[in-house]
């Protein structure tokens, strides 16, 4: 399965936003949950935020009420809007498919987006 694409990082202040794309190819793309995930310099990969295939969202704490996942199935992309930046957000930025039912990455690695947030 090829990677999916991701998109939208950079350099903000603290306070700021940014927009993250992830574009992936359509069939099997739509009919499954996807997770933006992160990972800091010395740091394991973590699940940020999912969404399935119907829409139903989850975030893990440290994001609730500033990050949203959103998808749109048509033109097979995922987005994740991040507002009230920090600068513990800094990481690199992945998405992936999921396996059905789990918060387990089924698919290579892309090459992430990098987001910086200065203090």
């Not at 989850?58 to 048509?74: H, L």
Request: proline share 6%.
């Amino acid at each position: 399965q090829v990677p999916l694409v991701e998109s939208g990082g950079g350099l903000v202040q603290a306070g700021g936003s940014l927009r993250l794309s992830c574009a992936g190819s359509g069939s099997i793309y739509s009919t499954n949950a996807v997770g933006w995930f992160r990972q800091a310099p010395g740091k394991q990969r973590e699940l940020v935020a999912r969404i399935t295939s119907d829409g139903t969202t989850q975030y893990t704490d440290s994001v609730k009420g500033r990050f949203t996942i959103s998808r749109d199935n048509a033109k097979n992309t995922v987005h994740l809007q991040m507002n009230s930046l920090k600068p513990e957000d800094t990481a690199v930025y992945y998405c992936n498919r999921l396996w059905p039912g789990t918060t387990s990455p089924r698919d290579p690695w892309g090459q992430g987006t990098q987001v910086t947030v200065s203090p």
